[in-house]
């Protein structure tokens, strides 16, 4: 098992940014806790993190031609905006679970339109940083055969 964790604009400022809605944990520290989980269940993780919208789209791509397993991702912003990174999402097929550290659901209007929910296999919203391991959980229970 091969996943690929990416994440989308003003994520690397995690511990930063508006602690209240995203905590007071570093990026370095989720990379940490998904890193760790996942060695303990022996998947092999990669992670990338970036604020332009076309190199989200260049890593899916490269998900894809790296015969990665399973996405798990956090689009930021992007969630509410891109065509492009759903498009990239059904271009490679790849299972995908999409995460929301905060609870977007209760939050302004414009964060209930995710335009990449529709491909993926299910959406982790308001576990905080958990929901990356949520996510992770869900994806090797699709890979198991289990439907989520
Ligand atoms: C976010 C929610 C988005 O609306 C926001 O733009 C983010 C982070 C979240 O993890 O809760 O950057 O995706």
Redo the contacts with the bound molecule.
Sequence with gaps: MKLMIIN????NMLGI?EPG??GDQSYDHLVEMIRSYCDKKHIEVSFFQSNHEGDLVDCIQKAYFASFDGIVI???????TSIALLDALKAVSIPAVE??????NE??A??QISYIREVCIASV??LGFD?YLKAVDLLCEAADGKTP
């Design positions: 989308g604009p003003n994520l940014r809605i995203y956090n689009p930021g912003a992007y969630t509410h995460v929301h550290i905060s609870k977007v939050r302004e414009f964060r919203i308001g929901g």
